[in-house]
C-alpha cells in the first residue's frame, strides 16, 4: 500500500521558488552636489518604495532642497547614480529617456512660482498642456484636482491677486496635473493657516497610498501626522532614516548610558533605538535590589532619576516627597513588565506605574541635528590640474 504521506513529505522537501527583493521606486546612491568649492550635498543613498510618505528633515543649509532638485531631475548631481525602477536617472540617460523619467515626477518647488499674469484655470491648462494631456484627460482631472483642494471658486482669478496659502495650493495642483508616481514636495504647508494645513496634510496621506511621496518640512509636529519614515539631514550629510517612533525616541535614549547602547545596539543612523521605561515605586531601591532587577528578563539597566516636582503636596497641605521614579532600559522586542510585576510583588513593593516613553521628536531633533553637526563637514573635490608630463598633446 502506498504512503499516504509519500506525496506530501516529498512536495514539502522541494525548496519554495525564490522571490526578488521588491525593486526601489527611487534608489540613490552616494549622490553629491558641488557649488565651486561648497559641497552642498554628499554620499546621499537611501531606497524608497511605492506606498511611503517619507520626510526630510534638516537645519536650515543641510541640503535638502538641493537634494530634492536633483532627485527632480532639474539639478544635476556632481557625484553618485540616480535611479527610477532600475533605470538611471542621472548623465548615464538619453535625453529622450530622462524626459520619460521625469513624467513621472511632480515637484512642488519653495516658493510657489506661478505665472502672475495668468488666471488659476489657464495656469493648471497650461502645466497639463506642457504635460502633454489630452483635451479629455484635462477635462475629467483639472476640475476634480481644483476642488479636491478647494481652488475652485477662484479657478477665474488671477494667480497676481491670491494669498500666499492658495498660491501654495495651485502650485500642489500643477505638481499633480500629470497623476506623477513619485511626489517631491518642498515645504507643502508653508503658509496654510491651521485647517488648510490640515486638509492638504490629509490630502498628502490619502496621495501616499498609491505614490511615493518625500515632503521637506520644517514643522516637526507634521511629521507622525504624515510621514511612515524619516530622513534627517545635517552638513549636506544623511545621519537618520528610520521612522518617526524612533526618532522621537533618540530623545529618551540619549539618558541611556553610553555603554548599553553600544552593547545592544542603540545609536542614530538606521538603528531603532533601544526601548526605555518609566517606572515608578513605593519606596527606594538599594544597590543590591537595583542589581537584582537588572537581571530580570528584558531589562538591560535600570537607574534612578530625578522625578519631575521633587515633593508633591497633600490635601492638608503637608509636603511629602514625591514616589521614586526610575529608568529602565528594555531589550530590543522584549517586554520585561510582567517579570517586573512578579519581582515587585515578591518583594512587596508597590508597582504604581510602568511606562513605555515615546520620547519628544522635537527634543531628538536638536540631539541629533547637533550630534550631527559636531562630524566634519565633507570637503569639496578639488580637480587637480594636469602636470606638464601627464598633458595630452593634440
Not at 531606497?47 to 543649509?61: C, D, Q, S, T
Request: glycine content about 8%; proline content about 7%; aromatic content about 4%.
Amino acid at each position: 500500500m502506498q504512503d499516504p504521506y509519500a506525496t506530501s513529505a516529498a512536495s514539502s522537501s522541494v525548496p519554495l521558488p525564490h522571490q526578488p527583493a521588491p525593486v526601489p521606486l527611487l534608489a540613490s546612491r552616494g549622490l553629491g552636489r558641488q557649488f565651486g568649492l561648497h559641497q552642498a550635498v554628499s554620499g546621499l543613498s537611501f531606497k524608497a518604495f511605492r506606498g511611503e510618505v517619507i520626510g526630510l528633515l534638516g537645519p536650515n543649509g543641510a541640503g535638502k532642497t538641493t537634494s530634492l532638485r536633483m532627485l527632480a531631475g532639474t539639478l544635476a548631481a556632481t557625484d553618485g547614480e540616480l535611479s527610477l525602477e532600475g533605470e538611471a536617472f542621472d548623465g548615464r540617460a538619453g535625453q529622450r529617456q530622462l524626459n520619460r523619467l521625469k513624467r513621472r515626477i511632480g515637484y512642488l518647488p519653495e516658493g510657489a512660482p506661478l505665472w502672475p499674469q495668468l488666471t488659476v484655470r489657464e495656469t493648471l491648462e497650461c502645466v497639463a498642456g506642457l504635460h502633454g494631456l489630452s483635451r479629455r484627460t484635462r477635462k475629467e482631472r483639472l476640475p476634480a484636482l481644483m476642488d479636491r483642494l478647494d481652488i475652485t471658486p477662484f479657478a477665474n482669478q488671477l494667480c497676481a491677486v491670491l494669498s500666499k496659502g492658495y498660491r501654495r495650493r495651485v502650485a500642489l495642483a500643477m505638481a499633480l496635473t500629470h497623476d506623477p508616481d513619485i511626489l517631491l514636495l518642498d515645504e507643502p504647508t508653508d503658509g496654510l493657516d491651521p485647517l488648510q494645513k490640515d486638509s492638504v496634510r490629509a490630502f498628502i496621506r490619502e496621495l501616499g497610498r498609491e505614490r511615493l511621496i518625500i515632503v521637506s518640512t520644517h514643522l516637526l509636529e507634521e511629521v507622525p501626522r504624515i510621514c511612515d519614515r524619516v530622513l534627517v539631514m545635517a552638513n549636506g550629510q544623511l545621519g537618520f532614516d528610520d521612522t518617526p517612533a524612533a526618532l522621537a525616541a533618540l530623545s529618551v535614549s540619549e539618558a541611556v548610558p553610553s555603554a548599553y547602547r553600544e552593547r545592544l545596539g542603540a545609536a542614530h543612523g538606521g538603528t531603532s533605538p533601544l526601548p526605555v521605561w518609566r517606572v515608578i515605586l513605593s519606596r527606594e531601591l538599594s544597590e543590591l535590589e537595583l542589581a537584582s532587577v537588572s537581571r530580570l528578563p528584558g531589562v538591560a539597566a535600570i537607574t534612578a532619576v530625578s522625578p519631575e516636582g521633587a515633593e508633591r503636596v497633600s490635601r492638608s497641605g503637608r509636603r511629602l516627597m514625591a514616589d521614586p521614579a526610575y529608568r529602565l532600559v528594555g531589550r530590543p522586542g522584549q517586554d520585561p513588565r510582567s517579570a517586573l510585576a512578579r519581582w515587585c510583588s515578591y518583594m512587596q513593593i508597590r508597582l504604581d506605574e510602568c511606562v513605555h516613553e515615546r520620547g519628544d521628536i522635537e527634543v531628538a531633533f536638536r540631539q541629533l541635528v547637533a550630534r550631527m553637526a559636531e562630524q566634519p563637514a565633507p570637503l569639496p573635490r578639488v580637480k587637480r590640474p594636469l602636470d606638464a608630463d601627464q598633458e595630452v598633446s593634440s
